[in-house]
């Protein structure tokens, strides 16, 4: 390895768990941040250089990538909610895709043409009843989605057109510490423990509690993406998942069974989605037979590790 590792959306949820990961092997890493964005907790062991980049800015990015001049690149960065890509439709489709291919196309100038991890989402399948494999039909559902099966088309082209060895996932629904309160999981550990501290109330705002999704601890996400970007193939599309559905009212009663108080639920109406998936549940068998990757952390232990995140967050 002649460089660092360069990680885009370092600061971001997942992001910071793989610094995590990566500082514990002690791998040298460039991490990018947003311009302005807040920095996450130092990482333990490795070097880790932050560089404020924004990807929608090509003199930026193609100047950043060559000061860096990484051996191997994941790509985190991104707009990364559902709902509000709806509300601003190009922002996410700028970041998303304009973003990724200002990125890749620099990677592709570079002698070394880095392995280069993209981190889809595996909301860009055609909804199914059942679990999803790579094989299923793509039909995206959102202006989010719309721009991550467009990412995808923009990495399998720097493979196909530009050389660059580039490693596709379709990330099914991740959760644990530091997740931000916008999503259903964090939200529900976060008015838990505002309630504990006194700082809340103790009757939960919630929205749909009936949809199944694929949930994986964000830790174990990372440890994928490590092992796709050693040994994924290039351009091969990877589901990372579970393979478990789990009902959101499960983690929700899994969170309130560990809060020091007890904890009633009202159903928020302005917390409904109009375009709730009932099921999103993923094969993991591509992964799991070509990689040898499999979650290890089981749900009660992300549960009350995120709760924990935010009996610590809200103290400081």
């Not at 304009?98 to 620099?106: D, K, M, V």
């Not at 679990?131 to 721009?147: L, N, R």
């Not at 088309?153 to 959760?175: D, K, M, Q, W, Y």
């Amino acid at each position: 390895m002649n460089g660092p590792i360069l990680v885009t959306g370092a600061a971001g949820f997942a992001g910071s768990h793989l610094l995590d990961l990566l500082g514990a092997a002690d791998v040298p890493v460039v991490a990018w941040r947003r311009p302005g964005e807040a920095l996450p907790p130092p990482p333990t062991g490795g070097a880790c250089r932050w560089m404020e980049v924004d990807v929608l800015d090509r003199d930026n990015v193609e100047h950043a990538v060559r000061e860096a001049a990484p051996s191997a690149v994941y790509h985190l960065a991104g707009a990364a909610h559902v709902g509000t890509s709806w509300d601003d439709s190009a922002a996410t489709l700028a970041v998303n895709v304009l973003g990724t291919w200002h990125l890749l196309a620099s990677l592709a100038a570079l002698p070394g043409r880095p392995r280069t991890l993209v981190s889809g989402s595996a909301l860009v399948y055609a909804r199914q009843d059942r679990a999803i494999s790579e094989d299923d039909p793509v039909g995206p559902a959102s202006p989010y989605a719309v721009s991550k099966l467009a990412q995808e088309l923009a990495a399998a082209h720097a493979v196909r057109e530009l050389g660059l060895p580039v490693v596709i996932t379709r990330s099914f629904n991740h959760i644990g510490p530091r997740q931000s309160p916008s999503f259903s999981s964090a939200s529900f550990a976060r008015q838990i423990a505002l309630a504990e501290a006194g700082r809340g109330p103790r009757e939960l705002l919630v929205g749909n509690l009936d949809p199944r999704r694929d949930l994986t601890d964000v830790r174990d996400i990372v440890a994928a993406y490590r092992a796709l970007l050693d040994a994924g193939a290039p351009g091969r599309v990877y589901n990372v998942c579970s393979g478990h559905a789990v009902r959101v009212r499960d983690v929700l009663d899994g969170l309130a069974a560990l809060a020091r108080v007890p904890i009633d639920v009202r159903v928020d109406e302005a917390l409904l989605r109009p375009h709730d998936t009932p099921l999103v549940l993923g094969n993991p068998r591509r992964i799991r037979e070509e990689i040898g990757w499999e979650p290890r952390i089981g749900l009660a232990d992300t549960l009350r590790d995120l709760l924990d995140y935010w009996r610590e967050a809200i103290l400081r």
